[in-house]
């Protein structure tokens, strides 16, 4: 006979839970801020992912249609465009639309260029496979404009980006020059700035004679794209989905970096929980003990605390993914949807809501909740009830749980030297919990050990806080845990991204001899539209003020289908160990064209020094030999540096993109600038930028990118630092009593505000020394671990002690600074009349 | 013996406008201990705060061997409770975390004073000799009492304040610790004010009180 356990537990959390909730209500406010906090922070960049991806990802649908297979040339040059007569001719065909995809600049109505994707089309075709890059002529405009090959229609994004209406004209950048296209109408497609035009215009205009970069295929019913094999050489088979996986894969390891991030608020939101609940339990101690005595089993007890924490933590969520899906909506309007990662240009999608998504948050802030509430059920569980009436039951450090912290730092230092899953640092992931969960773990034993060498003491106020410390270490260790993590978490990043800045900035001096570097495209995407003639190099090396110059060509390469390109480096490389950040001496050339490929080429192809690889330069792949590999910031997914003698040799390709200048001494950078943009003709097509300019530059994208990191880390500290502000007022709250008596006593009011500062010094102190040796112990699995499992690259470890004393100083001041505050409540009239309190 | 060690003259303590008690006026001698009954909520603990400095009283003044209390500052208030005060609580506020000896040294430490044998003293005399080095928790309500009572007493303070000292105890005990009470306090020579219900532990005292919400008078 009796309620059942869950009813029973309903009727406690209604008599008992909710007054006292009442009573404390900025306390619960506390906890449930901190669950929400984490909550909107992982649901707000999960769904900022999402829907910049979703976004992307359609506008690469929509511009590449969706046919049931695709012939894409290995040559963005393009390739012979007769096979398409020959697909014709198959019966497994029904349809063979060709296509033209050119990635150029566009100049807009106000100057500045502004990278367009054209897309050359059979507009009699296209509608079959491709729908949503049908032209529409504008009102009025010539019925048939879509065959005019000096016709061109824009997307949404174009219009808006270029200022160009129907009726205008378009300059599209081909060399140094431009071509001018008349505006005749738009196209549906969605994303970054797009427009279509006729494929034989595009051919024409843009070098693509007799060529073509794709084949959009429909099959016949139950035909299978493998009967279309063999294929020429250079043209490969693409599934469907390729090229959004390949969209997918570019950014999949910065979303992933994001996401951890975000969760890493989540976990400090538990902790912060945990806080909370383990000094309420404390003060409601002898409630609980009363609870006991009366026939409240243990199990009950535990079951009261864990459901006030799963009340807790639904609350919490349900706010959190509130407020996260707002923080989504102002994010990807104010910071375009990779929250300045630049994975996603061009993008600013709209909010793409998900209600699994949103549960899956929900419960995991529920989760995390539950996970903070554990050890104090726990205590709640197997408290004495018949001392703890008294007043006088402590909790029994019995040391059984001693090994655990180790254990868990063992385990996530092995952990870290575990490969990458799935392309992922998820070990490392799991080693960096482990490591902050074991630190944490550790702080018991800390604590124990500092007072063990604290000794004796005659001073009152000294006794006083020391044997409040031994016999009441549980309070003592969760305001040092608290301030451990927090800490742990703010050095942890501050090392990663301290280390990564110095590494790009000495990169950038070693990848930056020159003076002036001009370039016509910002991107090896649209290097083969953009790109300097021979005679304008020629004439910018007999400048007045010019004392050298170096060419250097970059083109994208596919080497697969489902991966990013990588980059090709053509430069000279006469001194390769002086002119590349080489990890090690270049092996001797051999018979083959030799290459030197970064950091992140040598991991995802698996290639090492004496490898070997074909490189589809010319209109047959052609094999190059690793002769080194070199450390490059710039591009994630590979780069092959190639001699441009060489290159130039192999692959026929005299286009150059990029110069750099060393000018005579004395001479006036402006100037020769002047006179660069003078040669030019156009000059919105070129781009300029002194080495220091560009160093600046780039450590500002450095900056930028890692903007959330910052933000992230700001949350962190506070969320931690709140939960220190809830462990000490709770503490002080359940020490009033013992204030009352120390003041009938004559301690005076100032006395007891030193007692809990000085408490409150000392163990935010620990905890910072503790975070701090954490913190750095996690930052070396970030900086030689999840780094170079992620973005493919290593750096050396920084360690800024500045910054870092910097940021402990502040957490003691504010751990100080808290406890004296909640002193100052302490030593007031009511702690007087808290003796008459009968517990 | 000379003039009385505390005097009280008109003391009235009131909370926004509502009287507590009003006209309280005694005189409490060295080594003497003098009970005040009354029914609960008549102001018997807001008495005895207002005679350890703890609560500013409406009116009337307070005087410890010749020194008023009146005027003085909290911090100033402090240091003088601390010398010339000891107290005796109903809920023992023995500290759980200090051993029975560094409870009963607690007010010896406050002055700069530590005394060990002082302490050995107190705890002989309270009957808890041999105790100093365990924990309150090991503790039985009585001895907790006692423990509380060395405290009160060790620094050797001119008044004692026990609020219900025996509100927590059997009756035995109650009897018991009322009989230690009575003895120390009087071996000390210090003046006692004792607030209590119960007519056993008033029984104890020189002089009976009652307190009403109009004065004090004789029980």
């Known amino acids: 006979m009796g309620t059942a356990p869950g009813i029973r537990t309903a009727a406690l959390l209604r008599t008992l839970t909710l007054p006292e909730w009442r009573a404390h209500p900025l306390r619960q406010a506390l906890a449930l801020l901190a669950v929400a906090l984490g909550v909107a922070l992982a649901f707000s960049v999960h769904l900022i992912n999402q829907s910049a991806l979703a976004e992307f990802s359609a506008a690469v649908r929509a511009a590449n249609g969706e046919p049931d297979a695709a012939l894409v040339c290995a040559q963005r040059d393009g390739c012979d465009d007769a096979l398409v007569d020959a697909l014709a001719a198959e019966p497994a065909v029904t349809l063979a639309s060709p296509v033209v995809e050119i990635d150029s600049y566009a100049v807009g109505r106000d100057g500045p260029r502004v990278p367009l994707k054209l897309i050359g089309i059979d507009a009699l075709q296209v509608a079959a496979v491709a729908p949503a890059l049908l032209p529409h002529p504008a009102d009025g405009a010539d019925r048939t404009a879509f065959i005019d090959p000096d ?38 497609a969605g994303g970054a700035a797009l427009a279509v035009m006729d494929i034989a215009g595009a051919q024409t205009h843009f070098g693509f004679d007799g060529r073509l970069t794709r084949i959009d295929l429909r099959l016949a019913e139950g035909a299978r794209a493998d009967a279309l094999r063999p294929l020429p050489p250079d043209w490969t088979l693409a599934e469907a989905d390729d090229a959004a996986q390949r969209v997918a894969n570019v950014s999949r390891a910065y979303r992933v970096n994001l996401t951890v991030l975000a969760l890493v608020a989540l976990f400090v939101g538990a902790f912060l929980v945990f806080s909370v609940l383990a000094l309420s339990v404390a003060q409601r101690t002898p409630g609980l003990a009363l609870l006991g005595v009366l026939g409240l089993s243990a199990a009950e007890r535990g079951r009261l605390v864990i459901a006030e924490c799963a009340l807790l933590g639904i609350v919490g969520s349900a706010v959190g993914v509130a407020a996260g899906t707002l923080l989504a909506k102002a994010a990807l309007r104010w910071l375009a949807g990779d929250l300045g990662g630049g994975y996603f240009p061009g993008v600013a999608p709209a909010l793409a809501f998900s209600w699994p998504g949103a549960l899956v948050f929900a419960a995991l802030g529920t989760m995390a909740a539950l996970v903070g509430g554990w050890l104090p059920a726990q205590r709640a569980a197997s408290l004495a009830p018949a001392q703890a009436l008294k007043g006088l039951g402590g909790t029994q450090h019995t040391g059984k749980a001693a090994w655990r912290g180790p254990a868990l730092l063992v385990a996530g230092a092995l952990l870290a030297l575990a490969p990458p899953i799935a392309g992922l640092p998820l070990a490392a992931y799991a080693s960096v919990a482990l490591l902050l969960v074991g630190g944490i773990a550790c702080v018991p034993a800390l604590v124990a050990a500092l007072l063990a060498r604290a000794g004796t003491t005659t001073s009152p106020l000294a006794l006083l806080a020391l044997q409040r410390a031994r016999h009441e270490r549980d309070a003592a260790t969760v305001a040092v845990a608290g301030v451990a993590a927090s800490l742990a978490l703010a050095v942890a990043l501050t090392v990663m991204v301290a280390s990564f800045r110095d590494g790009v900035s000495r990169w950038l001096d070693q990848v930056l001899p020159a003076d002036l570097y001009v370039r016509t495209a910002a991107s090896s995407v649209a290097s083969d539209q953009a790109f300097l003639p021979p005679e304008f190099i020629g004439a910018v090396s007999a400048l007045p003020g010019v004392a050298r110059v170096e060419a250097s060509r970059n083109r994208a390469l596919v080497l697969d289908p489902t991966r990013p390109a990588v980059t090709l480096f053509a430069r000279p490389l006469a001194d390769p160990a002086r002119s590349l950040p080489l990890l090690g001496p270049p092996l001797a050339p051999t018979a083959l064209p030799g290459v030197y490929i970064s950091e992140a080429m040598a991991t995802l192809y698996d290639l090492r020094p004496g490898s070997t690889l074909a490189l589809p330069l010319a209109a047959a792949p052609v094999t190059v030999q690793v002769l080194g590999i070199w ?46 943009r003078t040669l030019a003709g156009e000059p919105s097509l070129l781009e300029f930028v002194a080495t220091t300019q560009l160093r600046v530059l780039s450590l500002a994208i450095f900056d930028r990118s890692f903007a959330v990191t910052y933000y992230l880390q700001a949350v962190a500290i506070a969320i931690g630092l709140a939960g220190i502000a809830a462990s000490f007022s709770a503490q002080v709250l359940a020490r009033r009593r013992e204030f009352g008596l120390l003041v009938h006593l004559g301690l005076t009011r100032a006395q007891i505000i030193g007692v809990v500062a000085g408490e409150g010094a000392a163990w935010t102190a620990a905890g910072a020394l503790a975070g701090l040796a954490l913190g750095l112990t996690v930052a070396v699995v970030l900086v030689h671990v999840v780094n170079p499992q992620s973005f493919h690259w290593t750096m050396e470890l920084l360690l800024p002690w500045g910054r870092l004393a910097t940021l402990a100083a502040a957490v003691l001041l504010a751990g100080s600074a808290t406890a004296a505050i909640s002193a100052r409540a302490a030593a007031s009239h009511d702690a007087v009349a808290a003796v008459k309190e009968d517990w | 013996m000379s003039g009385p060690l505390l005097r009280v003259e008109h003391l009235a303590k009131h909370y926004g406008g509502v009287p507590v008690f009003e006209k309280v006026s005694l005189e409490v001698a060295r080594g003497e201990l003098v009970a005040i009954l009354g029914e609960s909520g008549v102001g018997k603990s807001t008495l005895l705060n207002a005679l350890a400095g703890l609560d500013v009283p409406s009116a009337g003044r307070v005087e410890l061997g010749g020194r008023a209390l009146h005027g003085l500052d909290d911090t100033t208030l402090a240091h003088w409770r601390r010398a010339h005060v000891g107290f005796v609580f109903q809920a023992f506020h023995v500290l759980p975390h200090l051993t029975v000896a560094q409870n009963i040294a607690l007010p010896l430490l406050l002055l700069g004073r530590p005394d060990h044998e002082r302490v050995g003293e107190m705890l002989a005399a309270v009957g808890l000799a041999g105790f100093d080095a365990r924990l309150p928790r090991t503790l039985s309500g009585g001895q907790l009492q006692r423990v509380a009572i060395a405290r009160a007493l060790v620094h050797r303070p001119p008044l004692v304040l026990a609020d219900e000292p025996t509100g927590n105890l059997d009756p035995d005990t109650a009897e018991r610790v009322m009989d230690l009470l009575a003895t120390q306090v009087r071996a000390e020579g210090a003046a006692c004010v004792l607030v209590t219900h119960s007519l056993h532990a008033a029984a104890h005292a020189d002089r009976v009180l009652r307190l009403a919400a109009h004065g004090i008078e004789d029980a």
């Open chain 1, 631 to 676: 450390r490059d910031y710039a591009r994630q997914f590979g780069t092959v540096a190639i001699d441009d003698q060489r290159y130039r040799q192999l692959s026929g390709d005299t286009r150059v993109n990029d110069l750099a200048l060393w000018l005579a001494p004395g001479a006036p950078i402006d100037e020769v600038q002047r006179a660069l």
């Open chain 1, 151 to 188: 016709a061109v229609f824009l997307n949404a994004s174009a219009q808006q980006r270029l200022g160009v209406a129907p009726g205008g004209t378009l300059r599209v950048q081909h060399g140094l020059a431009t071509v001018s296209l008349r505006v005749a109408g738009h196209v549906a």
